[in-house]
């Protein structure tokens, strides 16, 4: 990827499990990867957070994603599971605007606002017609975004997350900054290491994301050859509302 979001994640990796132990959409990808015949498709797929549960609940799972670092994370982890667990992954370098594979899929699944890494309509549409060409006829895409809330207070550092993690107290600040003519959100995160003696180590990360309204991502998805089965304001499938936290577009390939 040309953006800054390639350093967000390179150094992010080595910490990310610890972070971002979200589990919560879990149910959600295997409920609809349960029917599905042949491999889930996972763009974006990161330190595996999503892949390796599927897998061990006997879904064969293909992961793709550009960063080599949070692939090698997903690799050591993948090689503590059981053969038959192991035998079900494959992990690809890949980027998913442009990608070729051979198999087709039932199910992709863009989790985690991975689809606002996508910084031009350009790129979201080549994702989108490169996903639907990995399709079978009746394929399904699930996209899971953030609702952008744009009455959020912006330049201001707030402590967002705590977690206490092997002797060590993490703690993240964020800070944002709306570029509304172009839709796009800068936004850092600062990361500090606390130990119990007092030292403090620090990252800090800056990248751009782009946010997508609901109508927005529904054309979207219609122009680039898609069906809309549901839109869920949650991984619970709460029937979406303004007030959502969550977009889980649930979306069906056109033959
Ligand atoms: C928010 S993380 C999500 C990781 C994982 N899916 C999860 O839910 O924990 C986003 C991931 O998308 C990857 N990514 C960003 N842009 C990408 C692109 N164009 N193609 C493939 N992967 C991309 C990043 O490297 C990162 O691993």
């Known amino acids: 990827m040309e953006n800054e979001t390639v350093d967000r994640y390179e ?6 499990d610890k972070i971002y132990d979200y ?6 990808y ?15 797929c990161g330190t595996g957070r999503i892949l390796l549960p599927l897998a061990r609940e006997g879904i064969k799972v293909v992961g793709i994603d550009t960063s080599k670092k949070m692939l090698a994370v997903a690799r050591r982890k993948i090689a503590e599971e059981s053969e038959e667990v192991r035998s079900r992954i494959k992990l690809v370098e890949a980027d998913m605007r442009n990608f070729e594979l051979e198999e087709r899929f039932s199910l992709c699944i863009i989790a985690f606002s991975t689809f606002l890494h996508l910084l031009t309509v350009e790129d979201q549409e080549r994702t989108l017609r490169c996903i639907h060409k990995h399709l079978l006829p009746d394929g399904k895409v699930i996209i899971s975004v953030f609702n952008p809330d744009l009455s959020r207070p912006q ?4 402590l967002d997350k705590i977690k206490h993690v092997d002797n060590e107290i993490i703690m993240r600040f964020t800070m944002q900054k709306f570029d509304f003519p172009n839709q796009l959100m800068d936004v850092w995160h600062i990361y500090d290491f606390v130990k119990l003696d007092g030292t403090v180590k620090r990252h800090v990360v800056y990248f751009k994301l782009r946010y997508i309204f609901y109508n927005e991502m529904i054309e979207l998805l219609k122009r680039t050859g898609y069906e809309i089965e549901a ?8 029937p979406f509302n303004e007030k959502s936290p969550l977009m ?7 033959k």
């Open 30 to 44: 295997l409920e609809y990867s349960k029917n599905v015949k042949g491999a889930v498709l996972e763009c974006g």
């Open 231 to 238: 839109v869920y304001g949650d991984h619970k499938k709460t």
């Open 248 to 254: 889980v577009f649930v979306a069906r390939r056109k």
């Open 155 to 158: 330049n201001l550092v707030r």
């Open 11 to 16: 150094l992010e990796a080595e910490f990310y």
């Open 23 to 28: 589990k919560e959409d879990i149910p959600l």
